[in-house]
């Protein structure tokens, strides 16, 4: 498991979101890769584990496999599962589990990444279960072609990504004889290919399964030549060699005939420095560079004394860290570790959101950890905000402004209003509390200027009072006309201080003024600290949805 192997080089060194400041947040640098986008350049691949069996489930195996669950998936999608000897769930529901050989589970899987942006899979093929004949290999061979059928259907991509870190001999025949010849994969239209080339990664290239650099070179150089273009899966000292040592002598020799690199960052945090340099060295050596990204880890149930909730993922803000770094760098491509990583704590498809959803008789690292409810689809729409940020449909935002739920109605309560657009606050200028105070934009801090008591007054509406000031969010002076300034003043029931709160996708809202009948507008789509807001025709921008969520 990828996992065991941390680098502590980066721990202690995560450049948390919140941290961001508006002026770093200037020097997005220059996107570049050594290639043009493609299959898995210029997009977002998730590493995919489908190694999970059940008993009963007709597979080889037919057993349950890798059971030693950290967080357990949100059920309630499958249309088959099959029952678990855990306890039941805290909602008194039967623990059932769902088997990756079931071509309905994998379907699921898929669709999830169409609706969510994801653009390419990696399906982990581990070196050491494909001897040829034996139970594992086919089990393997079979989930392969579940992917594959699934990809196709879904218009996603995937690629075979070995791993390396149970061994390294039999990769060569393996692609040779099953993966071309006998399962075809790299025939399907769903195959991801870079530079018309079929993709292949190599996981654990310079690490000690690979000791030896002239081994290493000749694993990468093999699968050149047939065509492929190779992604080496790396320690985070790669280029360096310093820190946890986890880089073997030599390879500075192998990196250059590498066509991408993806350091391996599960157990660290995000560093801007070495991240920069990372990139930069692969610009310079005509290399394409892939960031790995992932929500947090957690290794407690499987691995006794390793504490649980070893890397938390603060409810969102520690994965959007990290995108909002690799966004800042300008490095194009991501993957993320991992989609179905159950086992360790890593995974970004839907899972138990609290007790009520997860087995009673053991613990296990459910959504609400970090004192925030989420829902179960929430680091899936993460991922999706920081794809599109990544790609340059969203800008740079430091703060993750992705709804923790989705709600199609409001609950009366106190609220940060964030927008789509800038991922910056609702704020009162100034903390200014008089009538006629202005409102902008500002980076979230948590300050009672920020914060919005939401209530409802009936028929669909609703007043925003300042949670610092006690006065109504309102169109000033009663204007209509779009470019009408929003301000603070006393609620006096006018409908200029009311409001329609209307879901529009992924968990956003338009706020429309009553009376107007416009919408709750950032000033000329601006994203910066201090951006007026106004009233304006709803035309679907960006700067015209808001997250609504929890302070």
Not at 6 to 13: P, Q, S, T, V
Not at 183 to 193: D, E, P, R, V, W
Request: glycine fraction near 12%; hydrophobic fraction near 35%.
């Amino acid at each position: 498991m990828k996992t065991q192997f941390k680098d502590a080089l980066w721990i202690g060194k995560l450049t948390l979101c919140l941290a961001l400041t508006a002026t770093a947040l200037g020097g997005v640098g220059a996107a570049h890769a050594a290639s043009a986008p493609g299959d898995v350049v210029g997009k977002v691949s998730v590493g995919y584990q489908g190694w999970f069996s059940a008993a009963g489930d007709g597979s080889p195996v037919n057993a349950w496999g890798h059971q030693n669950l950290e967080m357990w998936p949100d059920m309630r999608e499958y249309t088959t599962t099959y029952q678990t000897s855990f306890a039941n769930f805290g909602n008194g529901q039967p623990a059932k589990m769902f088997s990756s050989y079931d071509q309905s589970t994998v379907n699921v899987h898929f669709n999830w990444m169409t609706q969510n942006g994801i653009d390419t899979a990696a399906l982990q093929r581990f070196v050491n279960e494909i001897t040829p004949g034996s139970t594992l290999k086919a089990q393997r061979d079979g989930v392969a072609l579940k992917v594959m059928n699934a990809a196709q259907s879904a218009g996603r991509k995937f690629y075979i990504m070995y791993d390396t870190s149970g061994g390294t001999a039999g990769m060569q025949a393996d692609w040779t004889n099953t993966i071309v010849n006998t399962l075809h994969l790299t025939s399907s239209s769903a195959y991801a290919k870079q530079n018309g080339k079929p993709v292949v990664c190599i996981w654990g290239v310079g690490y000690h399964f690979f000791p030896n650099p002239t081994d290493g070179a000749a694993i990468v150089n093999w699968f050149k030549a047939q065509g492929c273009y190779v992604i080496a899966g790396v320690p985070g000292d790669w280029r360096t060699g310093t820190g946890s040592g986890n880089t073997q002598a030599g390879y500075g020799t192998v990196w250059p005939i590498c066509d991408m690199i993806m350091p391996w960052q599960v157990g660290g945090g995000p560093d801007e420095p070495w991240m920069t340099a990372d990139f930069a060295y692969c610009n310079s050596h005509n290399i394409d560079y892939q960031s790995d990204v992932y929500p947090g880890f957690s290794f407690h149930n499987s691995n006794a004394g390793s504490p649980a909730n070893q890397m938390p993922r603060n409810h969102g803000d520690f994965m959007w860290s990290q995108f909002a770094l690799v966004k800042k760098v300008g490095v194009p491509s991501a993957y993320i570790s991992m989609f179905d990583e159950v086992n360790e704590g890593t995974a970004i498809f839907k899972c138990a959101e609290d007790a009520s959803m997860s087995p009673t008789n053991q613990w296990f690292l459910n959504l609400d950890a970090d004192g925030k409810h989420v829902s179960s689809d929430y680091y899936l729409r993460l991922t999706n905000n920081g794809g599109k940020m990544l790609k340059g449909q969203l800008p740079l935002q430091a703060l993750n402004s992705t709804p923790f739920v989705i709600n199609s109605t409001i609950a009366n309560g106190t609220y940060r209003i964030i927008g789509r657009g800038s991922g910056r606050a609702l704020d009162v200028g100034g903390q200014l509390i008089a009538n006629g105070s202005p409102i902008d934009l500002w980076d979230y801090n948590a300050g009672s200027n920020q914060l919005w008591s939401i209530q409802s007054i009936g028929s669909g509406h609703y007043k925003i009072i300042g949670a610092q000031s006690g006065r109504a969010l309102e169109a000033n002076g009663q204007g209509i006309a779009n470019g009408t300034a929003i301000d603070l003043y006393d609620y006096n029931t006018g409908t200029n201080q009311q409001w329609s709160i209307v879901p529009t996708d992924n968990g956003y809202f338009k706020i429309i003024g009553v009376q107007s009948g416009r919408a709750l507008d950032v000033n000329g789509a601006g994203t910066a600290n201090g951006s007026g807001t106004e009233l304006w025709d709803y035309n679907g921008g960006l700067n015209q949805q808001w997250s609504i969520g929890p302070q």
